[in-house]
């Protein structure tokens, strides 16, 4: 079992910054890709970033060149630099994990992000 504990959501004023953060614990040998989803109210979970073991980073578009993530491994910590946040990047930010030997994702509790314009 991986449990993932997420930091650093709040509210912020739009083209402010906020940094989010996410240790996870247990099993965290067998975790491969670590990123974060968004969901707005009423929305599906969306892809904001993930990364690999490896280092290679993947970003949906709408985030590119305003968000960085990086990761950790020694710390078993991945982060979500947010840079020139807008009203539309408000949202429940989850951390994500993926065990990749038993196809299984992990999911933390979620952290809320607030961007007020």
């Known amino acids: 079992q991986v449990h993932l504990a997420e930091s650093g959501g709040g509210l912020v004023q739009a083209g402010g910054s906020l940094r989010l953060s996410c240790a996870a614990s247990?099993?965290?040998?067998?975790?491969?890709?670590m990123g974060w989803y968004r969901q707005a109210p009423g929305k599906q979970h969306e892809l904001v970033a993930t990364i690999s073991r490896g280092g290679s980073a993947n970003y949906a578009d709408s985030r590119k060149g305003r968000f960085t993530i990086s990761r950790d491994n020694a710390k078993n910590t991945v982060y979500l630099q947010m840079n020139s946040l807008k009203s539309e990047d408000t949202g429940v930010y989850y951390c994500?994990?993926?065990?990749?030997?038993?196809?299984?994702?992990?999911w933390g509790q979620g952290t809320q992000v607030t961007v007020s314009s």
């Open positions: 247990g099993s965290t040998a067998r975790i491969n890709d």
């Open positions: 994500y994990a993926n065990d990749p030997l038993w196809d299984y994702e992990y």
